[in-house]
């Protein structure tokens, strides 16, 4: 979880600063309700082999979800001490991509390592060119094509803050800093009556080397998550499509 936080802050400033303002606020530490991981749907690479990571940790399989529009699919892992974040794994199905896109996949696929795979980044050739290409068909796969295996964000737990109550109060924090929230769906994706209310900053952005040149291009996002109750009292652990949807848009 330290390495994985610590590859994600180097190209997500912004999660580092913000870290640090509520800390400076009081917060005695920040717990992650949970961390995403983006991917395609393959034996090699897809949601069943970085799952597997974490199963090997005691994290257990729970929730499916499908994103029909973004041609994905979902899965939600929960560990037995809820101090660690759930892990949310999406991929992307290349058969319902262009023939284009469909290469690509498998290139990327190809060029992904057997080890150490959750940390290997995305050690393939890159050219402004493709990732635009690829951008014009589906966001989420240009974004894989210039990341791959990174965390796609941290969360914040709202919940564990000792000294803000609500999400719209860290909303209020972070927009006196100036950083910039994810509109798209309203600035809180979700509400108290589907039990899980979230926000997310827009993706930090970085000049990255492509075989055709240098090109500022979007990195990651923070985000944070409220959850609410359900009837037995317990707090919902599970997440919305319809706000997922949303969140995923935060690094257009
Ligand atoms: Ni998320």
Redesign the pocket.
């Known amino acids: 979880m330290d390495l994985l936080w610590e590859q994600y802050k180097a190209i997500t400033p912004q999660a580092d600063s913000i870290q640090n303002l509520l800390i400076k606020n009081g917060e005695p530490e920040v717990i992650n ?4 991981f983006r991917t395609i749907k393959s034996k090699k690479i897809g949601i069943n082999t970085i799952s597997s990571y974490f199963e090997a940790l005691g994290y257990e399989k729970k929730e499916d979800y499908i994103f029909e529009e973004k041609k994905l699919v979902a899965i939600h892992l929960e560990h037995p001490d809820d101090k660690n974040p759930k892990i ?1 794994i999406s991929e992307i199905l290349p058969e319902k991509l262009s023939s284009f896109s469909q290469k690509i996949c498998k290139e990327l696929i190809l060029r992904s390592p057997h080890d150490s795979l959750i940390f290997s980044g995305s050690p393939w050739d890159k050219t402004y060119k493709t990732y635009k290409k690829l951008y014009e068909e589906s966001e989420y796969l240009a974004w894989f094509y210039l990341h791959g295996f990174i965390a ?2 941290f ?1 914040v737990s709202v919940n564990h803050l000792k000294t803000i109550s609500s999400i719209e109060e860290v909303n209020e924090l972070i927009k006196k800093e100036n950083f910039p929230l994810n509109t798209s769906g309203g600035e809180i994706k979700g509400s108290k009556e589907e039990l899980l209310k ?1 926000s ?1 900053t827009l993706a930090s952005k970085m000049i990255m080397t492509f075989n055709d040149g240098e090109f500022e291009v979007p990195t990651c996002f923070y ?1 944070f ?1 409220q959850r609410f109750p359900r009837k037995d009292g317990a707090l919902f652990q599970g ?1 919305i499509a319809k706000s ?1 949807d949303k ?1 995923f848009e935060s690094t257009n």
């Open positions: 309700d949970h961390i995403a949310f796609n964000h969360t979230q997310s985000e998550a997440f997922a969140i």
